[in-house]
């Protein structure tokens, strides 16, 4: 099943992308300066062009697994994708998935789309999908 990965940010929104089988992610694209509307209607275009099925967000728990004031952004926005995107969306632990695209930069400065590959090829390799 093919899926769309979302690492939310307030000033940049990471998008990946994995293949027919659900087997690799691919970082696609950084959608940044934008509101949330704009930013909707981006990832909407990018969904139908390339044939999604589902959506995988990535949401900061805290150690004891409760949403905080981040992840609660992150769920109305969601919620505001969802009307317009009538898709399954699957919220995921993002931990550490920034540091991790951190440190495998090479000192690229925008690694939201590399944090959202991180995340979404979590997501691939657990038995949850």
Do not use: C
């Not at 409760?66 to 609660?72: I, L, M, P, Q, T």
């Not at 009538?86 to 440190?103: G, N, P, Q, V």
Request: charged share 30%; no cysteine.
């Amino acid at each position: 099943m093919k899926t769309l990965a979302i690492d939310f940010g307030t000033k940049r929104i990471g998008i990946a992308v994995s293949d027919e089988l659900g087997i690799a992610a691919a970082p696609i694209k950084i959608i940044k300066g934008r509101t949330n509307k704009e930013a909707i209607e981006e990832i909407a275009r990018i969904y139908n062009k390339l044939k999604v099925q589902q959506i995988l967000i990535g949401i900061p728990l805290k150690p004891d697994g409760s949403h905080g004031k981040e992840a609660n952004l992150i769920k109305d926005f969601a919620e505001e994708l969802n009307k317009k995107i009538t898709t399954r969306i699957i919220f995921w632990d993002e931990y550490l998935s920034s540091k991790i695209a951190e440190k495998n930069s090479n000192g690229r400065k925008d690694i939201d789309d590399q944090a959202a590959a991180i995340i979404l090829q979590e997501f691939l390799n657990s038995s949850e999908q």
